[in-house]
């Protein structure tokens, strides 16, 4: 029922900026929580950063790898969420992917939780 779509992923080089969007169609008033997860070769689907309205007020989270250098943002009227990612680092390297759950309470960082995904973005940090 859900669909996410998920752009904005390219080459940048160290220190740079990209910013990733999500549109979500579907069933959207469903997604009380929206997320970005990425996945480096080789490693296990980690979290990002998490757009939260389960209490009817927003709530955004971060992993501690991205705090101050990334930013989730939520355009209800367009149905997107976003991900403005500054101070890119190598490291960052990933394909980055937008999840989105209609439960009320959940573990925000635990991929598991999240019913609906992306197909993915790739984004490239160069050094």
């Known amino acids: 029922q859900v669909q996410l779509v998920e752009s904005g992923g390219g080459l940048a080089q160290a220190g740079g900026s990209l910013k990733l969007s999500c549109v979500a169609s579907g069933g959207t008033a469903a997604n009380i929580w929206m997320a970005w997860f990425r996945q480096a070769p080789g490693k296990e689907r980690e979290p990002v950063a998490c757009f939260s309205v389960s209490t009817g007020t927003a709530v955004t989270y971060y992993a501690d790898s991205v705090k101050g250098r990334f930013t989730i943002s939520k355009d209800d009227a367009e149905n997107t969420l976003s991900l403005q990612m500054n101070s890119l680092q190598p490291e960052d390297t990933a394909m980055y992917y937008c999840?989105?759950?209609?439960?009320?309470?959940?573990?925000?960082?635990?991929?598991?939780?999240?019913?609906?995904w992306g197909q993915g973005t790739q984004v490239t940090v160069s050094s």
């Open positions: 999840a989105s759950s209609d439960r009320y309470g959940i573990i925000w960082s635990r991929a598991h939780y999240y019913q609906y």
